[in-house]
């Protein structure tokens, strides 16, 4: 039986190589008018612009602000020491009451200082009729001018003696040094105090201040005496004016420290809580937006977008000149733009697009009315009034 011829492994690779590459040509090539369609669709799809709403913005002059994160603090605290050891005798103040400028706040036991005054009283005494007597015999001669002057100084010690004892008993009792609320005592009646241990911590309670700390390009902006006003936790805004702006900068933060005084008379403001510093800082011309508005650019700058006269995006970029819960004042834009109000998540800066409309409230509001007319200040007609002939046509 004659034997098949053997076939060799490399045509049968050759093979299926050019089955492949004519069915990989096959799909590559084809018709003209196939490849136009797919280039054309495309090309529509591109060409169509979206669709935005707009609203013409014109800059206004406003304030441009500043918000510090601050801490509210007494306007002045301090506390009282003792000058002189002793037993506390009686407390006259209660922590958390009100005292005023000289009120008593607690008293040292005299001990033996009111013996010790009388006997210095005495010795004064004695001096100075020592000091006479020398007196009158220097001026017949009968002294040296040497024993009048040692009569002088033992009177002038013994006089210096009985003050320090005088002073030392003024010392032992502790009163408020201006109006304020006692914030603590840490001391009762039977403690014994040394020179210098703690009696009380009195606070002045009006006016407060708010602290807070300024950039380096914001300081050239803030004086004292200028107004600003604060927003505290509670949601409460209360005014004042700036009374300190510090000249030299912190050198761990580079900042400068700034104090808001405000007024405080129900002494409802606490020490140490947080607030916010709202401060002026320079006229503007800024366009009022809504927060909502604003977005980021490809760089991850922040601004806004707007359509120019060519039907294009442009993209703006811009500071924030103040602010409210839902609104923002911007600066840096030209005078007058037509900010996209709806559809600005679609276009980027280049893109031509198609304006549909005004869509404020979609917006968020606060497209700027125009001007009231003499129409628009006449009061409404009230209830049961006849109209006139006028008002009917």
């Known amino acids: 039986m004659p034997r098949m011829p053997a076939i060799r492994p490399i045509w049968i690779v050759l093979a299926i190589v050019i089955v492949l590459a004519a069915w990989l040509a096959s799909g590559m090539l084809g018709s003209p008018a196939d490849d136009a369609a797919a280039e054309s669709a495309p090309a529509e799809q591109t060409a169509k612009p979206v669709s935005v709403a707009v609203r013409t913005s014109m800059a206004a002059p406003v304030w441009r602000e500043v918000e510090l994160n601050g801490r509210t603090a007494p306007d002045r605290a301090v506390t009282l020491r003792a000058q002189t050891a002793g037993r506390i005798r009686a407390v006259e103040a209660e922590r958390g009451s009100r005292v005023a400028e000289g009120d008593v706040l607690a008293r040292i036991a005299l001990d033996d200082r009111s013996a010790s005054r009388n006997e210095a009283r005495a010795v004064v005494e004695q001096r100075r009729l020592q000091y006479e007597a020398v007196r009158k015999m220097s001026e017949k001669g009968y002294q040296t001018r040497t024993d009048l002057a040692q009569a002088k100084s033992d009177l002038e010690a013994a006089q210096a003696q009985l003050a320090e004892i005088q002073q030392d008993i003024d010392n032992t009792v502790i009163r408020a040094p201006f109006a304020g609320v006692l914030e603590t005592r840490p001391v009762e009646v039977g403690d014994y105090v040394g020179v210098g241990d703690e009696i009380a911590r009195v606070i002045q309670q009006d006016p407060f201040v708010v602290r ?102 442009a993209f703006h970029r811009a500071d924030i000149a103040k602010s409210s819960d839902e609104r923002l004042w911007l600066d840096g834009l030209p005078d007058t733009v037509r900010l996209i109000t709806t559809g600005q998540g679609f276009v980027r800066a280049g893109d031509e697009v198609t304006i549909v409309g005004d869509d404020d409230e979609a917006a968020g509001g606060g497209a700027q009315k125009p001007a009231p007319t003499a129409d628009d200040a006449r009061p409404a007609p009230q209830a049961g009034d006849a109209e006139s002939p006028d008002d009917a046509a």
């Open 212 to 313: 807070g700390d300024l950039a380096e390009k914001d300081v050239a902006f803030v004086e004292p005496g200028q107004p600003g006003h604060t927003r505290l936790i509670d949601g409460r805004t209360v005014e004042g004016r700036v009374r300190y702006v510090a000249t030299e900068a912190n050198e761990a933060t580079r900042t400068y420290p700034v104090e808001l005084e405000v007024d405080n008379p129900q002494g409802r403001l606490v020490s140490g809580a947080s607030a916010k510093l709202i401060l002026p800082l320079e006229q503007v011309q800024a366009h009022e937006v809504a927060a909502d508005l604003l977005t980021l650019d490809e760089g991850g700058d922040m601004g806004i977008k707007t359509v120019g006269d060519d039907g294009r995006v």
